[in-house]
């Protein structure tokens, strides 16, 4: 991945309210994000989820490096109606960082 993990966790702050990953994370306001590259969108049993989340990954959506691009830069235009209130992310830099940062906690 082109990112650098160790900026990546600076950048996690903005996700930190809502978000946990690494040992232990469980669910917040948002899902935790360990293990969510490969994981289908929407699909943590213990994590209540929006409809809109839910087709999205009924129809197909998988939490890829490039998935995860397009989704944190702009939540709302890919899937609308996502419960997830955060703007995005407006710098590739940034997106990469943090990119990289949670791939270090997904085996894939
Ligand atoms: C969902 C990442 C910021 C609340 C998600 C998902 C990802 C993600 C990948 C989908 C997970 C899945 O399908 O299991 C991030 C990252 C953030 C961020 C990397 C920072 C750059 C936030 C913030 C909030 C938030 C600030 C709260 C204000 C949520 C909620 C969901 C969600 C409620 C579930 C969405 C739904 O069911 O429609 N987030 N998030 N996230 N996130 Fe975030």
């Known amino acids: ?9 600076k950048v996690f702050k903005k996700c930190a309210a809502c978000h946990a990953v690494g040992e ?16 289908t969108a929407g699909t943590l049993p ?14 197909g959506l998988v939490w890829t490096p490039e998935t995860l691009a397009t989704y944190l830069a702009k939540p709302k ?10 703007a995005g992310l ?10 990289a940062y949670l791939a270090g906690f997904s085996a894939q």
Request: proline share 5%.
């Open 90 to 99: 407006k710098s590739d830099a940034d997106l990469d960082n943090v990119i």
């Open 1 to 9: 991945l082109a990112g650098d993990p160790a900026a990546g966790e």
């Open 46 to 59: 213990d994590f209540k989820y929006s409809k809109a989340m839910i087709k999205a990954g009924g129809d």
């Open 77 to 86: 235009d890919m899937v609308p109606g996502t419960k997830m209130a955060f």
């Open 24 to 39: 232990g994370a469980k669910n917040k306001v948002g899902p935790e994000l360990n293990e969510l590259i490969g994981r």
